[in-house]
């Protein structure tokens, strides 16, 4: 969505798309935001407890069964397993995504890790295509008067066009381009704490063979999880810039990760989207 800052200003019933990075403060912008009557609609909630709530509970059950005290129970309907997902608290989308490797450390071979690859980028997909529904709701059934979709880091990797057009059609779309400090920021929490990552098919079996002829490695299972998260973060950080730099050029603007630090409150963020339009109309 194209807007001059006088339209934005007098837009009743604000919408944005937060694009970017994790790291980059989409999730905290949106929790404030969510404190001034704004609907926060995380995509990765959505993601976990509608689109992969079952996929996500089977690989959670199958490592119960693993402790014969546990499967006992399950087996008998004794107890029962279900998600506690929170906006704030994503782990079991994560825990499922899971890492490449060694399963001897908790990796996962090449055609299962690819199988929830997939899972998630048609969930994401999905996700994103509920937005239109979720600003309904959100104005007609909870009250709430402003709407913001707290979206991926991935979303720049879902090469769907149509799924961007209903975005642009319904949202403003803002990307939070990270400084060249925070880069290195994100890059070093990376390597300190690797966590699952979602990579495009064919930017994974390129850099997957790279990697493995980098570490003299014949096959996947002598991947170190961890250690392939740390190589690959800043090669998949520096390959999504142009992408979503690309989505703002076509469908939005773009807006650094010092200028949002400056927006302390709702009304310093709307003042910077009024700059940012300002500049880039």
């Known amino acids: 969505m194209k807007l001059s800052a006088k ?3 007098a837009w009743d019933n604000k919408c944005i798309t937060l694009l970017g990075m994790s790291g ?24 976990g407890t509608c689109y992969l709530d079952e996929p996500i509970l089977d690989h959670i059950k199958q490592q119960a069964m693993q402790v ?6 399950l087996r008998s309907d004794s107890i029962y397993i279900r998600n506690n997902i929170t906006v704030d608290n994503l782990q079991p989308v994560s825990s499922f995504l899971g890492k490449l490797g060694n399963p001897e450390q908790g990796g996962l071979g090449l055609q299962e890790f690819k ?19 979720f600003i309904d709701k ?30 642009a059609e319904h949202t403003l779309i803002l990307y939070i381009k990270a400084t ?8 070093h929490r990376a390597e300190e704490d690797p966590k699952p990552l979602y990579y495009r098919a064919a930017f994974l079996d390129e ?33 999504r810039i142009p992408r979503y730099q690309a989505i703002a050029d076509q469908h939005g603007y773009t807006l650094t990760t010092d200028e949002l630090k400056e927006a302390r409150d709702e ?6 989207v009024e700059k940012v339009l300002e500049r880039q109309t």
């Open 7 to 9: 339209e934005f200003k």
């Open 24 to 47: 980059v403060g989409k999730t905290r912008l949106a929790t404030r935001l969510r404190r001034k009557n704004w609907f926060h609609y995380s995509g990765d909630y959505r993601i």
């Open 68 to 73: 014969p005290f546990l499967r006992d129970l």
């Open 115 to 133: 199988h929830r690859q997939e899972l998630h980028h048609s969930a994401e997909i999905a996700a994103m295509r509920d937005v239109p529904d």
């Open 138 to 167: 959100a104005q007609e059934i909870y009250g709430y008067r402003h709407f913001v979709n707290d979206a991926g880091g991935s979303l720049c990797e879902l090469d769907d066009a149509a799924t961007l057009k209903i975005l």
């Open 180 to 187: 060249e400090k925070d880069e290195q920021e994100l890059i």
């Open 207 to 239: 850099q997957l063979e790279i990697y493995l002829r980098d570490k003299g490695l014949a096959y996947v299972a002598q991947i170190n999880p961890d250690d392939f998260v740390r190589w690959m973060f800043p090669r998949l950080f520096y390959s």
């Open 267 to 272: 009304a310093g963020f709307l003042r910077l």
